[in-house]
Antibody
């Protein structure tokens, strides 16, 4: 059974850093495209970043230069390193698996809440 | 970036109604259009991909159509569990943008 479990969300001050984790089971993150998507309170979905199976990474302009996506194949875990956090980064962060070789998301984690506030 | 615009933003309907949600892309995305359902406090769930292909396990009362810039999601006969928020998403190019969502409420 495919499962994605995010962790690492917290209350953090503006300018701070945080690393989110997404532990996968039932498949290998190394063999799939994986994305991070966030949802600010009461708002819609915003795609943030993708890492392809070959290792290429891409980012939305809103997080480029501040966020870094990565994975640890030995731990079967996806990460999102978030630096220079701003109040507008407050959101629930989801990791999502792309359907094999495609660009839609067939499995999602339950989300982890990041609150950026002083 | 490709902008995705859904209409309406909210919709009131009754159990058994047929409803249609529209999604328009700011440029031609061929059929690279996907639909998700989200219940409050839950993660989104994939309903449809490539504009008209039903994800495994999704009831057949859901259908999708369209190509180019204009797409629709239709629910043929609303069930109580269908009252949720629906999002379209383009997978034609990065960034993979979503529509703003359509909240389907019980009348």
């Amino acid at each position: 059974e495919v499962q994605l479990v995010e962790s690492g969300g917290d209350l953090i001050q503006p300018g701070g850093s945080l690393r989110l984790s997404c532990a996968a089971s039932g498949f290998a993150v190394s063999n799939n495209y994986m994305s991070w998507v966030r949802q600010a309170p009461g708002r819609g979905l915003e795609w943030l970043s993708v890492i392809y199976s070959g290792g290429s990474t891409y980012y939305a302009d809103s997080v480029k230069g501040r966020f870094t996506i990565s994975r640890d194949n030995s731990k079967n875990t996806l990460y999102l390193q978030m630096n220079s956090l701003r109040a507008e980064d407050t959101a629930v962060y989801y990791c999502a698996r792309h359907s094999s070789g495609y660009y839609w998301f067939d499995y999602w984690g339950q989300g982890t809440l990041v609150t950026v506030s002083s | 970036d490709i902008q995705m615009t859904q209409s309406p933003s909210s919709l009131s309907a009754s159990v058994g109604d047929r409803v249609t949600i529209t999604c328009r892309a700011s440029q031609n995305i061929i059929s690279y259009l996907n639909w998700y359902q989200q219940n409050p406090g839950k993660a989104p769930k994939l309903l449809m991909y490539s504009a008209s292909t039903l994800q495994s396990g999704v009831p057949s009362r859901f259908s999708g159509s369209g190509s180019g810039t204009d797409f629709t999601l239709t629910i043929s006969s609303l069930q109580p569990e269908d009252f949720a928020t629906y999002y379209c998403q383009q997978s034609y190019s990065i960034p993979y943008t979503f529509g703003q969502g359509t909240k389907l409420e019980i009348k």
